[in-house]
Antibody
Framework: EVQLVESGGGLVQPGGSLRLSCAAS????????MDWVRQAPGKGLEWVGH??????????DYAASVRGRFTISRDDSKNSLFLQMNSLKTEDTAVYFC?????????WGQGTLVTVSS | SYVLTQPPSVSVAPGKTARITCGGN??????VHWYQQKPGQAPVLVMY???DRPSGIPERFSGSNSGNTATLTITRVEARDEADYYC???????????FGGGTKLTVL
């Protein structure tokens, strides 16, 4: 069974940092591009960014709203995806989903809540 | 940056047909994906490459894309179809995935 499980969410003060993880299982993780998508409370989906696979040099793209503050990385040996979030703002408060990118985003984790508040 | 426009809400009676639109500049030249999201759950891919259904998605779901509008059509709507629906495209010029604002489908 294809599965993605996020962890690492929580409460953080503005200006702080947090690192999210996503554990993948049930498929060949290293073959796939992987993405992070977030959803603020009561709002729609917002793409955060993605990391390509080794064949595409692990290159990344980011939404303008997070570029320079967030970094996506992966460890193919551990089937894991990461999102390092620095200089957090109150508007970064959201549920963060890890997704697999194939024909669209065909597999999603259950999400982890990040709350940025003083 | 590329913008996708969806109606905030669509209402339909059970058994009828729901059409959810997604507008974008020359969206017909792009591949559109659609997601269904129920409250408290992760989104689910219900249509990819405009009109292909993932396994497990009922045949009642279909998609089309031409000109400036992509459409997700749900025939013989059931109560379980009530959800938020999002369209998505890859904007090659900005190297960004873009989501529409979402449409809340209400089954009357």
């Amino acid at each position: 069974e294809v599965q993605l499980v996020e962890s690492g969410g929580g409460l953080v003060q503005p200006g702080g940092s947090l690192r999210l993880s996503c554990a993948a299982s049930g498929f060949t993780f290293s073959d796939h591009y992987m993405d992070w998508v977030r959803q603020a409370p009561g709002k729609g989906l917002e793409w955060v960014g993605h990391i390509r696979n080794k064949a595409n040099s692990y290159t990344t793209d980011y939404a303008a709203s997070v570029r320079g503050r967030f970094t996506i990385s992966r460890d193919d040996s551990k089937n894991s995806l990461f999102l390092q979030m620095n200089s957090l703002k109150t508007e970064d408060t959201a549920v963060y989903f890890c997704t697999r990118e194939t024909t669209g985003f065909d597999c999603w984790g259950q999400g982890t809540l990040v709350t940025v508040s003083s | 940056s590329y913008v996708l426009t969806q109606p905030p809400s669509v209402s339909v009676a059970p058994g009828k047909t729901a059409r959810i639109t997604c507008g974008g500049n020359n969206i017909g030249s792009k591949s559109v994906h659609w997601y269904q999201q129920k409250p408290g759950q992760a989104p689910v891919l219900v249509m990819y490459y405009d009109s292909d259904r993932p396994s497990g998605i009922p045949e009642r779901f279909s998609g089309s894309n031409s000109g400036n509008t992509a459409t997700l059509t749900i025939t013989r709507v059931e109560a379980r179809d009530e959800a938020d629906y999002y369209c998505q495209v890859w904007d090659i010029s900005s190297a960004h995935w873009v989501f529409g604002g979402g449409t809340k489908l209400t089954v009357l």
